[in-house]
């Protein structure tokens, strides 16, 4: 506390050197002394104690370039007091001030061109073919809420608190979403002093159930006066320059931190370049200060998404400086507003690491078309623009959902956290689709490229084999970009499926290898007439999933 109070009295003591005329025409001098002293005593203290007030109320950083706003008032009212020499004084230091809050108020103008090199990317066209043997972390955040509030009671002493935000993690391997419980007052937190805990669900599983996990915290984002976890770490760090929300973090033990981005304004106190994290233990209120280059290894997003959103902008916007993104705007892309936090979405790679995908689309009304999309490392803040195929148009995230809620328009169901991936060599969306009270109802997969080939199922993983269907109905390029190996096999069939897809019949087999296969009529119409006990000779990828999709398959006897 010691630094508010110091950084409260400099600051007082200066304003009044500002504020009270030294200079007067009165006669008596005695009496003149007298009230010069009386006033200047007053003026300080009601400074001081606005200036203490201001400060804890706001959080706001502690460096002296933050006065701004106080510095024009105090000099215009101290030069009208002053008189002689004094007045002109202090006229040059109000005019100091109104140019420098000035150039504080217009360097957005000035500095788009350093804020589009500070958010720069690394381009590229297509991502990585997505690991068909894997599910991604696709359970909406809205359901996994609503599911942890229907736990609540597993919280002791429960009208004392309420669900706090909801954040993806990895944690001992495993996808799952955390929120921390909160309290939900003042009076709550005089009399409870201590949250109890955090709940996690899986964030890969949807019919996975809340899991309440003890541990005690009381510096949080809902504690007050000097508990309050933004407070606390601003009393630590009063110069640092803090951008978005703090952060709940699980380590491989279940211990639980709170997490911060700070960094530096790029100029003139305006803008953000990320340059590491404060981390609190919410028990004993405890902080370290981290590098980006040195955060520890169970933190998943030490970038806050607020940073990555305000990143996105910079490129998209400022490309070609600030005027050109309000009238001309060549090349200027719009970062989508779909993301499922501060307009962002977590996704995690096949390594586990974790990024946030955002879709772009032209400033152009009425346009639907995406003109690419961004991955941003959590941890690094290293990001890439992938332009997709050039050679196609791909429909933007917003065009998913619209497609959704056309197809469910009855029943009034919307989608929710659309995400590209590449499945099977086709740039793909996949959205999670929630009934109008936030329940999970099934999987979407719709094409980016060819809107008319779509599929939905109540599992990832199943909407995923229908989707490698359709694909191959389609003649589109199931087995294009895959990464998956094409190879060949004979064998006899011991078990065939026939189901019914429309116009066509996918067929699943059995072989005597003991691998089950799939494959569409569409493209193999002569596959209807499979039975048991057919020598066949196929040609498939091997995705590494249970049922392996088969481009072409021979029948012996039906050649």
């Known amino acids: 506390m010691g630094n508010i109070y110091l950084f409260s009295l400099i600051a007082g003591l200066a304003s009044a050197l500002v504020l009270i005329p030294f200079t007067s025409r009165k006669t008596n001098k005695n009496e003149e002394k007298k009230s010069k002293i009386g006033v200047m005593l007053i003026g300080i203290a009601l400074i001081i104690i606005f200036i203490f007030t201001f400060y804890y109320v706001t959080n706001l950083d502690r460096n002296f370039t933050s006065l701004w706003g106080l510095a024009i008032p105090v000099t215009l009212l101290g030069t009208i007091l002053a008189s002689g020499k004094e007045r002109l004084l202090k006229g040059a230091l109000f005019l100091g001030s109104l140019v420098f809050g000035a150039v504080l108020l217009s360097a957005f103008v000035f500095n788009a061109n350093e804020k589009y090199e500070v958010a720069k990317m690394t381009e590229k066209v297509e991502i990585e073919t997505f690991s068909e043997s894997e599910t991604p972390a696709s359970v909406p955040p809205k359901f996994a809420r609503n599911k942890m509030k229907k736990a609540f009671g597993q919280v002791p002493n429960t009208s004392y608190y309420e669900l706090g935000n909801l954040q993806i993690q990895k944690v001992n391997g495993e996808y799952v979403y955390i929120a921390p419980v909160e309290f939900s007052g003042f009076f709550k937190w005089l009399n409870g002093d201590n949250t109890p805990g955090y709940f996690t669900i899986s964030a890969t599983d949807s019919s996975d159930n809340p899991k309440f996990m003890k541990a005690e915290m009381e510096y949080t984002p809902s504690s007050y006066l000097h508990k309050n976890l933004e407070r606390h770490i601003r009393m630590k760090y009063p110069h640092h320059i803090f951008y ?3 952060q709940l973090e699980i ?3 279940g211990k639980p931190f709170y997490i911060r981005s700070y960094g ?12 590491g994290i404060v981390m609190v233990d919410p028990k004993t209120g ?9 955060i520890p290894e169970f933190i ?3 970038v806050s998404p607020e940073v990555v959103s305000l990143h996105n902008s910079y490129f998209g916007n400022y490309i070609h400086g600030f005027w050109n993104s309000k009238f001309g705007k060549k090349d200027v892309k719009l970062p989508s507003d779909e993301g499922t936090v501060a307009n962002v ?4 790679d096949e390594n586990g690491d974790m990024f946030y995908f955002t879709d772009f689309t032209s400033p152009k009304e009425n346009v639907d078309s995406m003109l690419g999309y961004s991955l941003t490392n959590a941890r690094t803040g290293e990001a890439t623009y992938y332009t997709g195929n050039l050679e196609q148009s791909y429909m933007d995230s917003q065009g998913a959902l619209q497609i959704i809620e056309k197809k469910f328009i009855e029943k009034k169901w919307k989608g929710q956290m659309p995400v590209l991936y590449n499945f099977y060599g086709e740039a793909s969306w996949l959205t999670p689709v929630l009934d109008s009270n936030g329940f999970l109802q099934n999987y979407f997969i719709v094409s ?5 080939i779509s599929v939905y199922a109540n599992t990832p993983n199943e909407a995923l084999r229908l989707y490698k269907t359709a694909l191959q109905r389609g003649g589109s390029t199931v087995d294009g970009s895959s990464k998956a190996e094409e190879k060949e096999i004979s064998g006899t069939v011991i078990r065939v499926y026939k189901e019914k897809v429309g116009d066509f019949t996918t067929i699943t087999f059995l072989l005597n290898n003991k691998q089950s296969y799939v494959i569409s009529s569409e493209t193999n119409p002569l596959a209807i007439y499979l039975q048991e006990g057919d020598k066949v000779d196929i040609r498939y990828l091997d995705t590494g999933e249970f049922f392996l999709p088969a481009k072409e398959i021979l029948i012996e006897g039906l050649e």
């Open 345 to 348: 979405s977590p996704i995690f």
């Open 286 to 294: 405890e902080t370290n200060d981290f590098p980006l280059a040195e």
């Open 264 to 275: 530096q304004f790029i100029s003139a106190r305006n803008g953000f370049d990320v340059k």
């Open 244 to 246: 978005g929300d703090v």
């Open 300 to 302: 998943d997003s030490a």
């Open 251 to 253: 380590d491989d033990d």
């Open 448 to 452: 980016a490229a060819n809107p008319e």
